[in-house]
């Protein structure tokens, strides 16, 4: 993981990672994950390079966590702006299927999103049942001070 060592965090950011790690061990074809706040600041990641030998030829967020965070805030600000426009209510989860792999955006109750940058041949039904058990775990845990913690803890790893 990107994420900060856990020295000095408190359980519920140390449970974070440790549930964002599995994420990233448990689902075949992840290439890098992020967590990201409503206002677009990256809380966790995984470490985008893991895979590096195993994606020669795919393109996108390649080295930064940041990217991927930046990717998963745009799509969320669209979509969530496209639902407004259409009435369509809450943005749960939004999927976007490329050429070259996949990006999956999912809501987190606190008005957080989890991304998922995947490969072409994932399978995106156990990539979305994942990425739900995640946010389902997540939800209740990140509070506000999780949030601030998480926050200051990235700031310090970069």
Same mark, same amino acid.
């Given at each position: 993981m990107t994420a +900060?060592s856990?020295? %000095?965090l408190?359980t519920q =950011?140390?449970? /974070?990672?440790w549930?964002?790690?599995d #994420?990233?061990e448990?689902?075949p074809g992840?290439?890098?994950?992020a967590?990201?706040s409503?206002?677009?600041?990256l809380l966790?990641?995984?470490?985008?390079?893991?895979?590096e030998?195993?994606? +020669?030829e795919t393109? %996108?967020?390649r080295?930064? =966590?940041?990217? /991927?965070?930046t990717?998963?805030?745009? #799509?969320g600000?669209l979509?969530?702006?496209?639902?407004h426009?259409?009435d369509?209510?809450?943005v749960?989860?939004?999927?976007v299927s490329m050429?070259?792999?996949?990006?999956?955006?999912m809501?987190?109750?606190d008005?957080?999103?989890?991304g998922?940058?995947a490969?072409?041949d994932?399978?995106m039904s156990v990539v979305a049942?994942h990425?739900?058990?995640?946010?389902g775990r997540a939800?209740?845990?990140?509070?506000?001070?999780?949030?601030s913690?998480?926050?200051?803890s990235m700031?310090?790893?970069e």
């Amino acid at each position: 993981m990107t994420a +900060p060592s856990t020295y %000095g965090l408190s359980t519920q =950011a140390r449970n /974070l990672q440790w549930l964002l790690t599995d #994420l990233v061990e448990e689902v075949p074809g992840l290439l890098s994950v992020a967590v990201v706040s409503s206002d677009g600041l990256l809380l966790l990641s995984s470490d985008p390079g893991r895979q590096e030998a195993e994606r +020669p030829e795919t393109k %996108g967020p390649r080295g930064a =966590a940041a990217d /991927l965070a930046t990717i998963v805030s745009g #799509l969320g600000s669209l979509t969530q702006g496209a639902a407004h426009l259409m009435d369509g209510g809450g943005v749960k989860q939004t999927m976007v299927s490329m050429e070259h792999g996949s990006v999956f955006v999912m809501a987190i109750s606190d008005g957080s999103l989890l991304g998922v940058h995947a490969t072409p041949d994932c399978d995106m039904s156990v990539v979305a049942y994942h990425m739900a058990l995640f946010v389902g775990r997540a939800g209740h845990v990140l509070t506000p001070e999780v949030r601030s913690e998480l926050r200051q803890s990235m700031e310090r790893s970069e």
